[in-house]
């Protein structure tokens, strides 16, 4: 239903329509008029189109980046990659999510593996299979959130999709030689607090292989965390926007050593994320340490507490709640190592 109206030295058309409302103010009543019969069609033709034809692929993404990424720990990252697929992929974005479909993402997924050149000429080199499925994992889950909470579309286009296969889980253990080689390059003194981010990071590599704890966990950590009465972190994690609540990490009696000179800091740490990434593995490759990642501090860790706790408890530690991913990737004891233990 239209109305026009006097608005000042102009004339104001309403367009109501099954409760969907719209004005705009013209100089003449003949245009004011004209807008409102044209608007009212557009209204109407609008509610009247299914959802999965009025919204892109473009729409769902610019929704999801701006109500369901910001929620999650890992949101800038995860919004670089929705603008990556934007920008890359221009021909999936301007599809209705009627159109999209499993061959699509087929088309996306191959392309992705194998390297492509862009609308504009630029050349996107191949990634990983690891780098696909960390983007299949968010991009699944936007067409999840699309069907079932907005009810944009009533398909799955991700029914009958093949997930390009995963890097077999790393092996890799810390040796203790390996651990008082990094430290000694790193001028780290046991005991006393770092002075420098080398040191830091050196003492963050030790309360990893202490705790089980991720490098940005371990670098959250400060006064307001730290329990050592009760001998508990409680940090952040990245599913933490699922689950509502932060993670308390028990803590080992050596972990409280390594932590107790900093524990007063409002901050332990003060290097960040990618710093410490940096400056570790320029260390490894000063040393000649190949194939060694901070990362692996919390499988040597969890491979380490195995020994003395069950699997129930170990999952409680690491925060897992899927324990096939605790056993395949970061339980790391070999079978060599497990035959010297039988005796």
């Known amino acids: ?192 607090a770092p002075q420098t981010k080398s040191q830091e990071v050196a003492l963050a590599f030790l309360v990893g292989l202490r705790t089980a704890m991720r490098a940005g966990e371990i670098l959250s950590l400060g006064k307001g965390t730290l329990d050592l009465q009760r001998r508990v972190a409680t940090v952040d994690h990245k599913m933490q926007y699922l689950t509502g609540r932060p993670r308390e990490v028990p803590l080992t009696k050596h972990a409280i050593r390594l932590l107790r000179p900093v524990a007063e800091r409002a901050n332990c740490f003060t290097i960040d994320s990618a710093s410490l990434d940096a400056l570790f593995r320029k260390t490894r490759a000063r040393l000649l340490i190949e194939d060694l990642h901070f990362h692996d501090s919390r499988a040597e860790a969890l491979t380490r507490l195995s020994r003395r706790v069950d699997v129930m408890t170990l999952a409680k530690i690491s925060g897992h709640k899927n324990l096939r991913i605790l056993q395949e990737t970061y339980y790391r004891e070999s079978a060599a190592d497990i035959a010297k233990r039988l005796g």
């Open 1 to 192: 239903m239209a109305s026009i109206s006097p608005h000042k030295d102009g004339w104001r058309a309403q367009v109501y329509v099954r409760g969907e409302r719209d004005s705009q103010v013209f100089r003449t009543q003949r245009e004011a008029k004209a807008w409102a019969a044209a608007k009212e069609i557009e209204l109407r033709k609008r509610q009247d189109t299914a959802p999965a034809d009025l919204h892109t692929v473009g729409d769902m993404l610019k929704r999801y980046g701006e109500e369901v990424s910001p929620q999650k720990r890992g949101s800038r990252a995860e919004l670089l990659r929705i603008q990556a697929f934007t920008r890359d992929f221009p021909h999936l974005t301007a599809l209705p999510l009627s159109q999209i479909k499993t061959p699509h993402l087929g088309e996306w997924r191959d392309a992705r593996m194998k390297g492509f050149t862009t609308a504009d000429g630029r050349r996107v080199p191949a990634v990983a299979g690891a780098s696909v499925l960390r983007d299949i994992n968010w991009l699944r889950n936007a067409f999840l959130t699309a069907k079932k909470e907005w009810h944009w579309m009533e398909h799955n286009p991700f029914d009958g999709f093949k997930s390009p296969d995963d890097a077999p889980p790393r092996s890799r253990r810390v040796h203790p030689g390996e651990v008082k080689r990094i430290c000694r390059a790193l001028n780290y003194r046991a005991g006393v």
